[in-house]
Nanobody, 129 residues
Framework: QVQLVESGGTLVQPGGSLRLSCVAS????????VGWFRQAPGKEREGLAC?????????TYTESVNGRFTSSRDTADNTWYLQMNSLEPGDTGVYYC?????????????????????WGQGTQVIVSS
């Protein structure tokens, strides 16, 4: 049974940068995609980024973060990262990583939370001056 643990969230000023980590344990995620999600106060959870880890490696982003956020993977450590630059107050929220329900998931710029399971506990990011 795979477990995911996010870390790296903190208070950061507008315009700043932050890198979040997602460590997988219990099982490797070869063949599955890993998604990054955000849930802002009072809003539904939204997909931000997706990394496909089988066959053709593919990384996609939702429009609101494209060009500012970059997702990557360290295969040696079974860790995924979300590098966030040019942070805005609207980026405030709890950030989660999750595994795709099925193997060979094809990432697109639409990243529905319902296509993912095995969620981490989340890490809080606050963008404020």
């Amino acid at each position: 049974q795979v477990q995911l643990v996010e870390s790296g969230g903190t208070l950061v000023q507008p315009g700043g940068s932050l890198r979040l980590s997602c460590v997988a344990s219990g099982s490797n995620l070869d063949g599955f995609a890993v998604g990054w999600f955000r849930q802002a106060p009072g809003k539904e959870r939204e997909g931000l980024a997706c990394i496909r880890n089988s066959g053709l490696v593919r990384t996609t982003y939702t429009e609101s973060v494209n060009g500012r956020f970059t997702s990557s993977r360290d295969t040696a450590d079974n860790t995924w990262y979300l590098q966030m630059n040019s942070l805005e107050p609207g980026d405030t929220g709890v950030y989660y990583c999750a595994k795709s329900v099925g193997r060979h998931y094809w990432c697109s710029d639409l990243i529905p939370p319902t296509h993912f399971d095995t969620w981490g506990q989340g890490t809080q990011v606050i963008v404020s001056s």
